[in-house]
């Protein structure tokens, strides 16, 4: 009987007209209203690792074989593998999750794995592949014709995988990860921005690798419908995503860079989400009861980071000085209300017995930097600080309390407004100090001091700083599998960096606040990665 109604019914469903299925998709579109959609005008992971990236990136575009929990303690997950074993210590052997979609309809298989780790798309097809190249070396929207890819994409590959050997396709799906030395950290480099997998087809059939990098055919749960760089990304459903269908139809990222034009959308219906809150909007905002701010610390640090070329710089006491002026707590309380922390320099505690829980930032010790700027012989000489304008949450009001710390010590420190970038690491004139941030893409210190201050690290890339020791036990923290050695290797680049030789100096831990109505049923993630996959979207 039930057989007999269900051939009855089909009839019908077959007169349907084609439009009225398509109106059934009742599913909300969104607008996400941020500083900056992404800074090098590319969707292309290993272009584009940045903190906007992430946010518009994870969990809606790309994924990897070892995901993170987005809505935990960003641990490792399952994702486009359901499994991972050790062979030995250079190798790790994945399964891949079957019947997995990727945007054009091809299935998900060992060949787009080996192929999105391979010399074509990630390493370069030349002999002896750079490893230089910074993030934001060119002007932002440009890139190179054909297929050659750009030298940060090669050097960011070999600055996260620096000694892989090969990935090798056991079977349709199953893969095999082989490094060349040992690696404990292996795992955590497969689940880190970067190594996230895409369509050996989409990218063979791109006319060249811009175009490929501005709609990039991968396995999310969201594929680009359209991208207008310096304007706004249009992410629409993939109905085929392995998770589930996708809650929402449309998500559209639109670039607000004015913090009160964000708010002010926001609050009159035009945005669905406003991204970037500076914490002494939040009660102006949560006034009115229609609305709240998520969020709170992340997994990333703000840094001021060294030009040790710089004249005045040259001598590592007027560096060290720098990192004594800086009454950190302060800044936490009167620019971010107590909101975050002053953490144990650049460290996580979820690096487990890899955290050093004795460690602190340089005290604050306006006599101590005194004295040094003293033995230093330093004269008053401009130290330029080269600034953007409010990339970062309250940039410009922590660079305009960090000068006048320094001014108290004697060090005569001077912003210099730029507008991106390539801007911020030119050379055309002298560099002395900038803003960044570090993250720790996974639990081990090598994804942070060795990933961004080694010898393949951005910060010596561009030329702003080195260390013969700190690179020495940066190549042995990379390939030990002795625990407690690894342990004391640490620490002691920890001295180096942050103390003897300053390659930078932690500020606070950050923290990102996103506005929304209170009735939008969402959690914020402890990153800025925004997850709008099923089951964090409605009741």
């Excluded at 990727?102 to 391979?118: I, P, Q, R, Y």
């Excluded at 990860?177 to 690696?183: I, L, W």
């Excluded at 680009?224 to 995503?241: I, M, N």
């Amino acid at each position: 009987m039930i057989r007999r109604r269900l051939l009855l019914a089909t009839p019908a469903l077959a007169v349907l007209p084609r439009f009225a299925i398509a109106q059934a998709d009742q599913r909300p579109s969104i607008v996400i209203a941020v500083q900056k959609v992404v800074n090098s005008n590319t969707l292309e992971v290993l272009r584009e690792q940045s903190n906007v990236g992430e946010r518009v990136f994870y969990s809606s575009l790309w994924e990897g074989l070892i995901g993170r929990n987005w809505l935990g303690n960003l641990e490792s997950v399952p994702s486009l593998a359901t499994e991972w074993r050790r062979i030995d210590d250079r190798t790790v052997e994945l399964s891949l999750r079957p019947g997995v979609r990727f945007h054009n309809g091809d299935e998900l298989t060992a060949e787009d794995v080996v192929f999105s780790f391979g010399r074509e798309r990630m390493f370069g097809t030349g002999e002896g592949a750079p490893t230089s190249g910074t993030l934001f070396a060119r002007i932002p929207g440009q890139g190179p014709q054909g297929k050659e890819l750009p030298p940060e994409v090669i050097a960011v590959a070999r600055r996260n995988w620096p000694a892989l050997d090969k990935v090798e396709a056991v079977d349709r799906h199953t893969v095999r990860f082989v490094n060349r030395t040992p690696d404990v950290t292996m795992e955590g480099r497969l689940a880190r921005y970067g190594s996230d997998i895409c369509s050996r087809r989409g990218f063979s059939e791109a006319a060249t690798w811009l175009d490929w990098a501005r709609k990039p055919i991968t396995t999310g749960p969201y594929m680009v419908a359209e991208f207008r760089p310096d304007v706004s990304l249009t992410l629409v459903a993939h109905d085929q995503y392995w998770g589930g269908r996708p809650p929402l139809r449309q998500i559209r990222f639109v670039e607000v860079p004015e913090v009160a034009s964000r708010i002010n959308g926001l609050l009159s219906g035009e945005y669905t989400f406003a991204c970037d809150i500076p914490p002494d909007q939040i009660s102006g905002i949560e006034r009115n009861r229609a609305f709240e701010v998520q969020g709170g610390t992340i997994l990333n640090h703000r840094l001021s980071c060294f030009d040790q070329a710089q004249p005045a710089m040259r001598d590592p006491r007027v560096r060290r000085a720098l990192t004594h002026s800086i009454d950190r707590q302060a800044i936490v309380d009167s620019l971010w209300a107590g909101r975050t922390v002053v953490p144990k320099g650049l460290q996580w505690d979820y690096y487990g017995e890899m955290f050093h829980a004795d460690w602190s930032v340089p005290r604050f010790d306006l006599a101590e930097a005194r004295k040094l700027v003293r033995e230093a012989g330093y004269r008053g000489e401009p130290i330029p600080y080269r600034l953007l304008n409010n990339y970062y949450t309250n940039q410009v009001g922590t660079a305009q309390i960090l000068v006048e710390m320094w001014r108290q010590a004697g060090l005569n420190v001077e912003i210099q407004m730029v507008e991106n970038w390539a801007q911020i690491f030119s050379r055309e004139t002298q560099r002395g100090i900038r803003d960044w941030s570090n993250s720790a893409p996974f639990n081990d210190p090598v994804s942070s001091l060795v990933n961004q201050h080694g010898p393949n690290g951005q910060q010596q890339q561009v030329g702003e700083w080195t260390n013969a020791e700190f690179n020495r036990l940066s190549g042995e923290l990379e390939t030990s599998t002795d625990r407690a050695r690894r342990r004391a290797v640490f620490r002691r680049m920890l001295e180096i960096a942050e103390r003897e030789d300053p390659a930078y100096t932690v500020l606070h831990q950050n923290a990102t606040f996103t506005a929304k109505r209170r009735d939008t049923a969402w959690k914020a993630s402890p990153a800025f990665a925004m997850d709008f996959r099923p089951g964090n979207w409605g009741a």
